[in-house]
């Protein structure tokens, strides 16, 4: 039951559309502005640059959030952990209060990394600042973090459920920055 209740939690905590909240108390909806998206890069864009790293640091806590509860307080199998942390980031992208249509998932990903993983975490977001700095594009930072995060995760011995978690949460990553990856191909995605 407590299980059950974690993983729930998990999910709901995911699902909290954090720029959409946001962009309510401005009376704009990051959805029908730049991107379309309700992460942070667009939600700084639309909103501005306070309000986009609110909404970054919400969507981080609300995938580290569980997987702390899980592992710390409840003190659950690494199954479970990764599995909490597996639902926060499909709550995120999945939403139910947004007719299953969310963000991303970067932002997410990297709370739920940040509490199970955190030095693969850290070598992960180095990659994403170089390639931030070098090129100011948001969404190859992400992917390319995303793609490194899985080799950190094993070259630093994690437990095999956060690395096929890493995995996994790349593939989605891929999925949801399809509109993205053509742009990049076009050399026409948007700088920040």
């Known amino acids: 039951m ?25 009376g704009v909806d990051p959805r029908e502005h730049g991107s379309g998206n309700i992460g942070a890069t667009n ?7 306070k309000l986009g790293a ?3 640091l919400i969507d981080c806590a609300k995938g580290a959030l569980p997987v702390l509860v ?11 952990v990764a599995a909490a942390g597996g639902l926060a980031f499909l709550g995120h992208v999945f939403p139910v209060w947004l007719a299953w249509r969310g963000g991303k998932g970067v932002a997410t990903a990297l709370g739920v990394f940040l ?8 070598l992960a977001a180095a990659v994403f600042a170089v390639c931030f700095a070098l090129f100011r594009i948001s969404s190859l930072g992400s992917l390319l973090a995303m793609a490194t995060l899985p080799f950190f995760t094993w070259l ?3 437990d095999r459920p956060t690395i ?21 191909l076009r050399r026409s995605e948007n700088k920040f």
């Open 2 to 26: 407590i299980e059950a209740l974690v993983l729930l939690g998990a999910y709901l905590s995911g699902s909290l559309p954090t720029g959409v909240l946001f962009g309510r108390l401005r």
């Open 43 to 49: 939600v700084a864009r639309t909103l501005g640059k």
């Open 54 to 56: 609110l909404t970054l």
């Open 70 to 80: 899980a592992r710390y307080d409840l003190g659950l199998s690494a199954e479970l």
């Open 115 to 122: 509490a199970l993983a955190p030095a693969a975490t850290g």
């Open 156 to 158: 630093l011995d994690a």
């Open 164 to 184: 096929v978690l890493a995995a996994s949460f790349f593939a989605f990553v891929v999925f949801t920055h399809r509109g993205n990856i053509t742009r990049l």
